[in-house]
C-alpha cells in the first residue's frame, strides 16, 4: 500500500501543478468538512474507486485556473465539470503510473455535494493536503 500511496501522491502533484496551477503540502489530518468533491470507478487489473474532495475555496480556484474565469462569475456547474474532470485525469494519471501494460476501464464520474466524512475501510488509501489554507483530499479505496 505504500508503493500505490506514493504513486497516488506523484500522479496528483503532476495533475494539480500542471493543469490547476495548484500547488499542495502533504498533511497529517482527518478527512471531514469538506464542501465538494467527485469520484470515479474503475476495473481491470484493480477494481476500485478514487474520490477527490475539496474545499469550496480550492475547487473555486480550480476552475479560475484552469479556465481563466473571475470568481465571482463562477458557477455550481464550473465547479462540477472541475471536479469530475480532475477526478477523471488523477485517475488515469494513477493508474497508468501503477502499471502502464495494464488496460483499465474508467466510469463516468460524478459530483459529491457535501461529502461530510468518508468511510474508514482497511483498504483504503488516504491522502490530505494543504494548498494556502485550503484542503484537497484523495480517497483510493480498492474492491477485491
Given amino acids: 500500500m505504500k508503493e500505490m500511496k506514493e504513486t497516488m501522491r506523484a ?3 503532476d495533475v494539480l501543478e500542471r493543469m490547476f496551477y495548484v500547488f499542495l503540502e502533504p498533511v497529517d489530518d482527518e478527512f471531514s468538512g469538506y464542501d ?10 484493480l477494481k476500485g474507486e478514487l474520490k477527490i474532495l475539496a474545499s469550496e475555496g480550492l475547487a473555486e480556484s480550480m476552475v479560475q485556473n484552469l479556465l481563466g474565469i473571475e470568481q465571482k462569475k463562477i458557477n ?8 469530475k474532470e480532475a477526478a477523471n485525469i488523477v485517475c488515469g494519471n494513477f493508474l497508468g503510473r501503477l502499471d502502464q501494460s495494464k488496460v483499465f476501464n474508467l466510469s463516468v464520474p460524478s459530483f459529491l455535494r457535501r461529502p461530510g466524512e468518508t468511510a474508514k475501510e482497511s483498504n ?10 485550503e484542503r484537497f483530499g484523495v480517497v483510493l479505496t480498492l474492491i477485491e
Avoid: N, Y
Fill in 124 to 133: 483504503a488509501c488516504r491522502l490530505c493536503f494543504d494548498s494556502d489554507g
Fill in 76 to 83: 455550481e456547474q464550473d465547479v462540477e465539470d472541475c471536479l
Fill in 36 to 45: 465538494t468533491g467527485a469520484a470515479i470507478q474503475f476495473s481491470g487489473a
Fill in 11 to 13: 500522479a496528483i502533484f
